[in-house]
């Protein structure tokens, strides 16, 4: 059998998808429960590891970070730095690509003439109430963006890159972080299998359609013991809808919930998820507080009046699903529930 040339590609900027995450905010913890439900229940210890039994077909390849042309240098050895710490740090500095583009081309002070220009339209449209909160949010957000020009001032996409091999070279600790490590490995031998086979001529194309058909029922069965919420919203295409379809798990779970929920609107469905898979993420102890990743889209994004000061829990439940909603939320809520990150 021709041995098939992996051509390595670029991990590259994410889609630029503008909100931003403060890094050092500690999560809300919630209790896992059903949406509907009071009572408390304890969170169950994340004590298991990814099975042993799940193991990478042969052409699953390691992949290796592309080398720069023009290196930029980030601290790699900042004391007690963690690898998800350094992940989510990727991942908020590409909220901050459009910014930063901005700020070079024409300043700051048009960024916030713009986003101020926002605010009062939703104002006078009676969507918004006053201009304190998501204006502080997005100063903020500035300011975190703004640190990234230290490292590059000519060279911003570089950036990119050299946060992820930054993280890339600290070692996974927690089962969550093992599990996230894990993820990124599938998810980027799925990209690359698929590079090469749409840009290889010599390919062995149906080889490749095989081995990316045995890596795609491995992330089914890696779903049900992860622990990472950040690779739970990445394949829910919640964060990241660049990611996502590349592995289709999204399109196979609402097969299933088709049968589950009894709710044959794929659309609906997809909608439903999207509301439920945050809700879930918070059980598994992603940030789901006032300042988190999650809910600075509805904040700074969506200008929405009641996401500011607010974490996501209550704002979902209280200000962004209908009473009428609940209820199908809370069926697709408990299906992940029972379904994934199980001990």
């Known amino acids: 059998m021709k041995k098939m040339i992996i051509t390595v590609l670029s991990l590259g900027i994410i889609l630029l998808i503008y909100f931003y995450l403060l890094m050092n905010d500690q999560a809300v913890q919630y209790p896992k429960k059903s949406l509907t439900s009071i009572s408390k229940v304890h969170k169950k210890e994340n004590t298991l590891l990814i099975k042993s039994d799940i193991k990478f077909p042969n052409a699953a ?21 963690t690898y998800l710490e350094a992940f989510r740090e990727s991942k908020y500095f590409t909220s901050c690509i459009f910014d930063l583009s901005y700020l070079q081309e024409k300043g700051e002070e048009y960024l916030i003439e713009k986003y101020k220009q926002n605010i009062e339209r939703e104002i006078s449209r009676n969507m918004l109430d006053n201009a304190y909160l998501p204006m502080q949010r997005y100063r903020e957000h500035l300011n975190k963006c703004r640190n990234y020009l ?22 996974p600790v927690t089962n969550e972080e093992k599990d996230l490590a894990k993820y990124i490995e599938l998810l980027d031998t799925i990209r690359h299998m698929n590079y090469t086979k749409n840009n290889d001529n010599n390919a062995d194309v149906k080889l ?13 069965r890696f779903f049900i013991t992860n622990k990472s919420s950040d690779a739970l919203l990445n394949v829910m295409e919640v964060l990241n809808p660049s990611s996502g379809p590349l592995i289709g798990f999204k399109a196979k779970l609402i097969k299933k919930l088709q049968v589950q929920t009894r709710i044959n609107d794929k659309d609906y469905l997809s909608i439903l998820l999207d ?69």
């Open 61 to 81: 390849v390691s992949v290796a970070v592309k080398p720069l042309t023009n290196p930029i240098k980030i601290p790699n050895n900042e004391p007690g730095l």
């Open 150 to 171: 230290n490292y590059s001032e000519e060279n911003i996409s570089n950036v990119s890159d050299a946060l992820v091999e930054r993280y890339s070279n600290i070692t």
């Open 208 to 220: 490749i359609d095989q081995e990316l058909k045995k890596i795609g029922l491995i992330i089914e």
């Open 275 to 343: 509301l439920a898979t945050p809700l879930f993420a918070c059980t598994l102890d992603y940030p789901c507080d006032q300042h988190s990743l999650l809910m600075s889209r509805h904040c700074i994004l969506e200008l929405n009046k009641f996401a500011c000061d607010r974490d996501l829990e209550n704002f979902y439940l209280n200000h962004y699903i209908s009473t009428q909603q609940q209820t199908d939320v809370n069926l697709v809520f408990d299906y992940l529930l029972s379904h994934y990150a199980q001990d």
